[in-house]
């Protein structure tokens, strides 16, 4: 029978004015449609038009004589959660025609949006519709992975949000972004209230943001051109019939995405960015936007000899970008475990966490499971009541017969299932105890990186102290084998430096990833001249270092390689190896971005 979470995952790009949605490694969405929806002015004005709840995009614009419009979405923030609620019915049911409580839902969301925000987001698909996972994926590290770049900035200006973000393997650096709520939206507010000022009734913001997207363009130069097209006017015909001229307000309006004191708001200066800038959005897609941007880096680019034409990506399709990086996320094998495992239970079970009086507490401090019963002690600031009931009802049936992951990415975690409860302290206190001839060092007591997974710290524990069971270990232990020999080579013995370390297959990769760091590791011989620095830089960061995070995620990737070639009897993936560390990188550095 398959599992639900391995049925095509669902991916949703929302936006404040469009919505882009379909499944997971398709190239393309399978609808775009508007975010609009509608709000009739009498119950009766629903006769003879059909006896839908409420009609969603084109439909409702068909139905404009009739009813009122109005996006649930301002500014990338939800306002109205009930119209939210008929756009994600119309995605299942009208879309893709799907049972959302049988796919895995993938939705993104702009950066620095309230954190209440993605809480009532999951609590509408887990309760309303009763979607079996969630992911909630930030869209400048989608439109990253859509160019196939970890690094660089990426510039998204859609309908309601424009921000900044620049990148580094795939994470977002959180105190660098810039994001001003001025975008499309404001382009077309604008530019209605231009041509009412001129006399024209133009009182169909739609019809107005046709003209902006026809006719709209940025200028190069605003000065010169505000001289040069003074007297230019363009005419543009609605579909009834009627035409008017259109002037300078063609550059005039779309000129606050550069200058949002026009409109009297605070914005960003666009030159403070870095290199490889993405854009993405609808609203890059005016003519003239690429250009502009250019100008306005070239000022503050002080280096010489710099083709600015090629460190900005602006390709065609930058309109879907973070929908196609979506699509790539969520069809990564990886990411099944991050569905099915990481699911925060504060994200799925909102109100309990409220009740709670210490949500960072974890699961082995308030107990465990004794002899197939979970006995935990819950600390309610009061005795749930109203829907809280029907949500513990859940939660308890969420835990029975689960075991609880450790790795997590959010507060009120749930350790790992060890029948004496799992902790950090006596996890290394049982390795200490356990080295023989005091082969560990006092100082190493302190290898511990904070950014990545205790699973892998663990792995990097055991093999510094030579607990891993290489051939050669477990030969050493007694224990009959075919052969001592290395699984991929099958040319010399395999013990903790050869397969780490000096595998010519594993050596090219080391080779590979030291050009990529610009580290010079073609001379290491062992796995102890390979990590001899860690102990220093763990002291020096206070246990926050990504150069130690990529070569640790290197070594347990090389360690589970050689375990699936042996156990599972699967073909090396050595040589893709590069590009899951990467992915792995992106996974650990930004669910804890907000500590680096």
């Known amino acids: 029978m398959v599992s639900i979470l391995e049925n095509q995952r669902i991916v949703c790009d929302i936006g404040t004015g469009t919505m882009k949605v379909g499944f997971a490694g398709e190239d393309a969405p399978r609808a775009v449609f508007s975010s609009m929806v509608d709000v009739p002015h009498h119950a009766r004005d629903r006769v003879g038009m059909g006896q839908k709840e409420g009609d969603v995009g084109d439909e409702a614009e068909s139905k404009r004589h009739a009813i009122s419009l109005g996006y649930p979405i301002e500014h990338g923030v939800v306002k109205n959660w009930e ?81 900044a973000v620049p990148c580094f393997l795939g994470a977002h650096i959180y105190d660098a972004i810039t994001r001003i709520d001025v975008a499309g939206g404001d ?113 503050f680019d002080k280096l010489e000899g710099i083709n600015l034409k090629k460190r900005i990506v602006a390709t065609p399709e930058r309109r879907l970008g973070v929908w196609i990086g979506g699509s790539m996320v969520a069809a990564m094998g990886p990411y099944a475990e991050v569905y099915q495992n990481r699911i925060p239970l504060a994200v799925e079970f909102p109100r309990l966490c409220r009740l709670e009086t210490d949500v960072d507490a974890k699961f082995s401090e308030r107990g465990g499971w ?17 829907r809280e009931i029907g949500e513990l009802g859940r939660l308890l049936e ?33 390795f200490i105890e356990g080295c023989e001839g005091g082969s560990i060092s006092e100082g190493e007591v302190t290898l511990w990186n904070n950014l990545i997974p205790r699973k892998i710290n663990i792995f990097m524990w055991r093999s510094r102290m030579g607990r891993i069971p290489t051939r050669v270990a477990l030969n050493d232990r007694g224990i009959d084998l075919d052969s001592i020999l290395c699984p991929w080579c099958g040319e010399e013995v395999e013990n903790i430096d050869h397969a780490l370390v000096n595998c010519r297959e594993v050596k090219n990769l080391w080779i590979r990833l030291g050009k990529w760091w610009s580290k010079n590791l073609e001379g290491i011989g062992s796995l102890s001249q390979l990590i001899q620095e ?43 190896c590069y590009f899951v560390w990467q992915r792995m990188i992106f996974e650990w550095i930004n669910s804890k971005s907000s500590r680096i």
């Open 187 to 299: 382009v077309t507010d604008s530019l209605m209230a231009s041509l009412t000022g001129r006399g024209y009734d133009v009182s169909d913001r739609e019809r107005v943001r046709e003209i902006k997207e026809k006719l709209g363009y940025i200028a190069v130069d605003y000065e010169v051109e505000m001289e040069r097209s003074s007297s230019a006017l363009t005419q543009y015909t609605l579909p009834d019939g009627r035409s008017f001229a259109i002037g300078t307000e063609r550059f005039r309006d779309p000129e606050v995405l550069f200058r949002p004191s026009l409109i009297g708001r605070e914005g960003p200066d666009y030159g403070e960015l870095f290199d490889n800038i993405i854009l993405t959005g609808g609203s890059t897609l005016l003519p003239g936007f690429a250009k502009r941007l250019e100008k306005e880096i070239a000022v």
């Open 534 to 576: 860690d102990v220093a830089i763990l002291k020096a960061y206070k246990g926050r270092s990504i150069w130690i995070i990529v070569k640790w995620a290197a070594l347990y990737l090389i360690w589970q390689d050689r375990n699936n070639t042996i156990f599972k009897q699967s073909k090396s993936n050595l040589g893709d």
């Open 83 to 163: 119209g939210m609620e008929k756009i994600w019915r119309r995605i299942f049911d009208d879309e893709l025609h799907v049972d959302p409580t049988e796919h895995v839902v993938l939705f993104t969301e702009p950066p620095l949006n309230p954190k209440t925000e993605r809480e009532k987001m999951a609590e509408l698909l887990f309760e309303t519709f009763e979607v079996p996972a969630i992911y909630i994926a930030p869209q400048p590290m989608l439109s990253l992975y859509a160019r196939g770049r970890l690094n660089g900035t990426v510039l998204n200006s859609g309908d309601g949000v424009s921000y």
């Open 398 to 430: 969420k835990l029975r017969g689960w075991d609880p992951k450790r790795d997590t990415l959010d507060v009120w975690e749930w350790d790992v299932d060890v029948e004496e409860g799992f902790t950090v302290k006596n996890c290394r206190e049982r």
């Open 370 to 386: 004794v002899e197939n019963r979970l006995e935990w002690e819950w600390r309610r600031r009061r005795e749930p009541r109203g």
